[in-house]
C-alpha cells in the first residue's frame, strides 16, 4: 500500500446557497482545493463526487460536477454513503492512490439540500434507514432515529435535556468563529431549551441544520505529495464499519456499534491506544447534541455514560482533555450530507498544518488529526486520522 | 414574483431567482411481499408472526424468508409474544412529507420474551417511560391498513 497524502483542500460556506446550483458549488470547492495544491485538472488521475442527491436534480452529479469543472475525461463515479458519503468519497480517492492505480485523485462532497422544500427533506432523511420497515407505516424521522438514542441514553445516565444542550452552546460558539459556518451565532442553554420540539426529547437548537455546501480534497501519492508541499498531511489510517438497517436489531440505544468498530480499526493502524493522549483534535459527527456525546464515548475519549461529563466540565473545547469540533460541528458549521465527511477533512489538515485563527487552533503536540463520520443512525462509521 | 413567460421566482427571503422545475416526479415503489405474505396472512387474523429459522433457530423481525448464516430458507412461522419492555422512544412533532395528516404521535423501540426488539407506534396520550412494559397489538392505521403497534400496559 502506498502512503496517502493530503495536498490541497477547499471549503465553500455552507447554509442556504441560493445564489449557487450544485455543479458552480461543487467548483468554488473544486477550484479551491486545485489552487491549494498548485495543480491543474489535467494532473488529476481520478475523481470521486460524494453526493447522496434526491433533492437536487441531476441524477449523475459525478459528471455533472466533472464537465462543469472541466475534469471531463478523467474516471470518476458518485459514492454515496449517506452522511458519511464524504469520508467515503475520500476513501475511494484514498484506495486508488495507496493500490498504485492513480498518483492524484480527488474527491468533492456536495450537496444541495435547499433543492426541495422542507417538509420533503424530512421525508427523504426520515426514509434513510429502514423504508419499508420503519418508515412506510411509522413515520419516523432522522431526529426521530437519535431522539430513541436520546431517551435510552437520558433513562440510564440520568442525563437531562440541559446537558445536552451544553454541546449545541460549545458548537454554536466555535461556529461563531468560523466564517464559513452556517451558524455565526452563539447560543445560550436557555435559547436551545426554549427551542421547539423536532422529535421529543430533541429540539431544533439540539439539530443539526438543513444546508448547501461543498468541500474538496486533493490526494497525492507519497512521492508527489513531497514534491508538490512542504506540509503533507497523511492519511495515517482509515477504519470502515456498517450497522444494522433497522434499529429494531440495536442491541441497545448507548452507542453506536459502528462507530466503535470503525474507531478500533483506526487506533490499530495508527497505533493508537491512549486517544485523548494522541489525538489534538477531533471533528465528530454530532447531527444532533446526543451523537455527539455518544461519538465520546464511542471513540474511547470518555467510558460508557462518563461521556456527558466530558462537555459538562468543558473538556471538549479548545485547551481541554480533547478538543471536538472547533469549526462547529455539523450543529453550527452546518450538514450538507455529501460535503460534511469531507469538510471534516479540510478542518483537520487546516487545523493540522496551524493554519486556523487562534482562537480555534487547536495546540497541535503530536500532530495527530481525527475524523469521525457517521452515516444515517450509526448505519454507517468512517473514522480516519490524519498526521504530519 | 414570477418572471413573464419564465418559471423564475425571486426567493422570499434573500431575493435570489430560482428556476421552478416544471416535471413534476411522482414516485410510488411496488415491493415485492410473496416470500414473506405470510406475516400480512397473520396480520389478516390478528396475529404478529416472524420467520424462524429450521436449523439455528434464529428469529427474524423484521421477516425475512432466508436466513444468510445458514444460507438456507426453511423457515417456520412462529407467533410472536406480546408483551414488550420499552428500550427507546421518540415524540415526532415535525412530521414528513407524508405523514403531515397526522397529530403528533410516539414511536418505541422495545424487546420481546424472545430476545427480538420490535419497533412501531405507542399509542398513548402519556409520554411513555423507557422500561415500561407494553403490549404488543394488531390495529389499523389512519389509512385503514392493518399494522402493528403498542399500548402501554398499566
Given at each position: 500500500?502506498q502512503?496517502?497524502?493530503?495536498?490541497g483542500?477547499?471549503?465553500?460556506?455552507?447554509?442556504?446557497?441560493?445564489?449557487?446550483?450544485?455543479?458552480?458549488?461543487?467548483?468554488?470547492?473544486?477550484?479551491?482545493?486545485?489552487?491549494?495544491?498548485?495543480?491543474e485538472?489535467?494532473?488529476?488521475d481520478?475523481?470521486?463526487?460524494?453526493?447522496?442527491?434526491?433533492?437536487?436534480?441531476?441524477?449523475?452529479?459525478?459528471?455533472?460536477?466533472?464537465?462543469?469543472?472541466?475534469?471531463t475525461?478523467?474516471?470518476?463515479?458518485?459514492?454515496?454513503?449517506?452522511?458519511?458519503?464524504?469520508?467515503?468519497?475520500?476513501?475511494?480517492?484514498?484506495?486508488?492512490?495507496?493500490?498504485?492505480s492513480?498518483?492524484?485523485?480527488?474527491?468533492?462532497?456536495?450537496?444541495?439540500?435547499?433543492?426541495?422544500?422542507?417538509?420533503?427533506?424530512?421525508?427523504?432523511?426520515?426514509?434513510?434507514?429502514?423504508?419499508?420497515?420503519?418508515f412506510?407505516?411509522?413515520?419516523?424521522?432522522?431526529p426521530?432515529?437519535?431522539?430513541?438514542?436520546?431517551?435510552?441514553?437520558?433513562?440510564?445516565?440520568?442525563?437531562?435535556?440541559?446537558?445536552?444542550?451544553?454541546?449545541?452552546?460549545?458548537n454554536?460558539y466555535?461556529?461563531?468563529?468560523?466564517?464559513?459556518?452556517?451558524?455565526?451565532?452563539?447560543?445560550?442553554?436557555?435559547?436551545?431549551?426554549?427551542?421547539k420540539?423536532?422529535?421529543?426529547?430533541?429540539?431544533?437548537?439540539?439539530?443539526?441544520?438543513?444546508?448547501?455546501?461543498?468541500?474538496?480534497?486533493?490526494?497525492?501519492?507519497?512521492?508527489?505529495?513531497?514534491?508538490?508541499?512542504?506540509?503533507?498531511?497523511?492519511?495515517?489510517?482509515?477504519?470502515?464499519a456498517?450497522?444494522?438497517?433497522n434499529?429494531?436489531?440495536?442491541?441497545d440505544?448507548?452507542?453506536?456499534?459502528?462507530?466503535?468498530?470503525?474507531?478500533?480499526?483506526?487506533?490499530?493502524?495508527?497505533?493508537?491506544?491512549?486517544?485523548?493522549?494522541?489525538?489534538?483534535?477531533?471533528?465528530?459527527?454530532?447531527?444532533?447534541?446526543?451523537?455527539?456525546?455518544?461519538?465520546?464515548?464511542?471513540?474511547?475519549?470518555?467510558?460508557?455514560?462518563e461521556g456527558?461529563?466530558?462537555?459538562?466540565?468543558?473538556?471538549?473545547?479548545?485547551?481541554?482533555?480533547?478538543?471536538?469540533?472547533?469549526?462547529g460541528?455539523?450543529?453550527?458549521?452546518?450538514?450538507?450530507?455529501?460535503?460534511?465527511?469531507?469538510?471534516?477533512?479540510?478542518?483537520?489538515v487546516?487545523?493540522l498544518?496551524?493554519?486556523?485563527?487562534?482562537?480555534?487552533?487547536?495546540d497541535?503536540?503530536?500532530?495527530?488529526?481525527?475524523?469521525?463520520?457517521?452515516?444515517?443512525?450509526?448505519?454507517?462509521?468512517?473514522?480516519?486520522i490524519?498526521?504530519? | 414574483?414570477r418572471?413573464?413567460?419564465?418559471?423564475?421566482v425571486?426567493?422570499e427571503?434573500?431575493?435570489?431567482?430560482?428556476?421552478?422545475?416544471?416535471?413534476?416526479?411522482?414516485?410510488?415503489?411496488?415491493?415485492?411481499?410473496?416470500?414473506?405474505?405470510?406475516?400480512?396472512?397473520?396480520?389478516k387474523?390478528?396475529?404478529?408472526?416472524?420467520p424462524?429459522?429450521?436449523?439455528?433457530?434464529?428469529?427474524?423481525f423484521?421477516?425475512?424468508?432466508?436466513?444468510?448464516?445458514?444460507?438456507?430458507?426453511?423457515?417456520?412461522?412462529i407467533?410472536?409474544s406480546?408483551?414488550?419492555?420499552?428500550?427507546?422512544?421518540?415524540?415526532?412533532i415535525?412530521?414528513p412529507?407524508?405523514?403531515?395528516?397526522?397529530?403528533?404521535?410516539?414511536?418505541?423501540?422495545?424487546?420481546?420474551?424472545?430476545?427480538?426488539?420490535v419497533l412501531?407506534?405507542?399509542?398513548?396520550?402519556?409520554?411513555?417511560r423507557?422500561g415500561?412494559?407494553?403490549?404488543?397489538e394488531?390495529?389499523?392505521?389512519n389509512?385503514?391498513?392493518?399494522?402493528?403497534?403498542?399500548?402501554?400496559?398499566?
Amino acid at each position: 500500500m502506498q502512503k496517502v497524502g493530503v495536498v490541497g483542500v477547499g471549503i465553500t460556506k455552507f447554509g442556504k446557497r441560493n445564489d449557487a446550483n450544485m455543479n458552480l458549488l461543487a467548483w468554488e470547492a473544486i477550484n479551491a482545493a486545485l489552487q491549494d495544491a498548485g495543480i491543474e485538472q489535467k494532473d488529476v488521475d481520478f475523481f470521486t463526487v460524494g453526493n447522496a442527491g434526491v433533492w437536487s436534480e441531476e441524477l449523475l452529479p459525478a459528471v455533472t460536477v466533472g464537465d462543469y469543472a472541466g475534469l471531463t475525461p478523467k474516471g470518476t463515479m458518485r459514492v454515496e454513503a449517506a452522511c458519511a458519503t464524504g469520508s467515503a468519497a475520500i476513501r475511494v480517492a484514498y484506495q486508488s492512490i495507496a493500490s498504485g492505480s492513480a498518483k492524484i485523485a480527488l474527491a468533492v462532497g456536495v450537496e444541495k439540500m435547499y433543492g426541495v422544500p422542507v417538509p420533503t427533506v424530512v421525508e427523504l432523511i426520515g426514509r434513510a434507514g429502514n423504508f419499508f420497515w420503519e418508515f412506510e407505516n411509522f413515520g419516523l424521522t432522522f431526529p426521530g432515529y437519535y431522539a430513541l438514542y436520546a431517551s435510552a441514553y437520558m433513562a440510564k445516565y440520568e442525563v437531562k435535556e440541559e446537558d445536552l444542550a451544553l454541546v449545541s452552546v460549545k458548537n454554536h460558539y466555535y461556529g461563531s468563529l468560523n466564517p464559513y459556518a452556517q451558524f455565526q451565532k452563539r447560543v445560550s442553554v436557555d435559547e436551545v431549551m426554549k427551542s421547539k420540539y423536532v422529535a421529543y426529547p430533541l429540539k431544533l437548537l439540539d439539530s443539526s441544520p438543513i444546508t448547501d455546501g461543498a468541500a474538496a480534497v486533493v490526494l497525492a501519492s507519497e512521492e508527489l505529495a513531497r514534491k508538490l508541499t512542504d506540509t503533507p498531511v497523511w492519511i495515517k489510517a482509515q477504519g470502515v464499519a456498517s450497522g444494522s438497517s433497522n434499529l429494531s436489531k440495536r442491541s441497545d440505544f448507548l452507542g453506536l456499534e459502528a462507530s466503535v468498530e470503525a474507531s478500533r480499526q483506526a487506533y490499530k493502524a495508527a497505533g493508537i491506544e491512549e486517544p485523548t493522549k494522541q489525538i489534538d483534535v477531533a471533528t465528530v459527527h454530532d447531527c444532533f447534541t446526543i451523537a455527539e456525546i455518544l461519538a465520546y464515548e464511542d471513540l474511547g475519549f470518555a467510558k460508557r455514560g462518563e461521556g456527558i461529563r466530558l462537555i459538562r466540565e468543558e473538556q471538549t473545547y479548545k485547551g481541554g482533555l480533547i478538543p471536538v469540533n472547533l469549526d462547529g460541528g455539523l450543529k453550527a458549521k452546518g450538514h450538507p450530507i455529501g460535503a460534511t465527511g469531507v469538510g471534516m477533512a479540510v478542518e483537520a489538515v487546516k487545523q493540522l498544518r496551524r493554519e486556523l485563527p487562534s482562537t480555534r487552533q487547536a495546540d497541535i503536540k503530536n500532530g495527530v488529526a481525527l475524523t469521525h463520520n457517521v452515516g444515517g443512525t450509526g448505519h454507517f462509521a468512517y473514522v480516519t486520522i490524519y498526521s504530519l | 414574483m414570477r418572471l413573464e413567460n419564465l418559471p423564475i421566482v425571486k426567493d422570499e427571503k434573500d431575493c435570489l431567482p430560482l428556476f421552478i422545475d416544471q416535471r413534476e416526479l411522482i414516485l410510488k415503489y411496488q415491493i415485492p411481499v410473496s416470500d414473506i405474505y405470510p406475516f400480512f396472512e397473520g396480520l389478516k387474523e390478528g396475529k404478529i408472526l416472524a420467520p424462524k429459522c429450521s436449523t439455528c433457530s434464529r428469529i427474524y423481525f423484521p421477516p425475512q424468508s432466508v436466513c444468510p448464516f445458514c444460507k438456507k430458507s426453511e423457515m417456520q412461522w412462529i407467533e410472536l409474544s406480546r408483551e414488550a419492555q420499552l428500550l427507546a422512544f421518540t415524540q415526532i412533532i415535525v412530521k414528513p412529507q407524508s405523514f403531515q395528516d397526522e397529530g403528533d404521535y410516539y414511536v418505541g423501540v422495545a424487546r420481546l420474551k424472545e430476545g427480538i426488539n420490535v419497533l412501531a407506534r405507542v399509542v398513548t396520550d402519556k409520554r411513555p417511560r423507557v422500561g415500561s412494559k407494553l403490549r404488543l397489538e394488531v390495529t389499523k392505521n389512519n389509512k385503514g391498513n392493518l399494522v402493528y403497534c403498542f399500548v402501554p400496559i398499566d
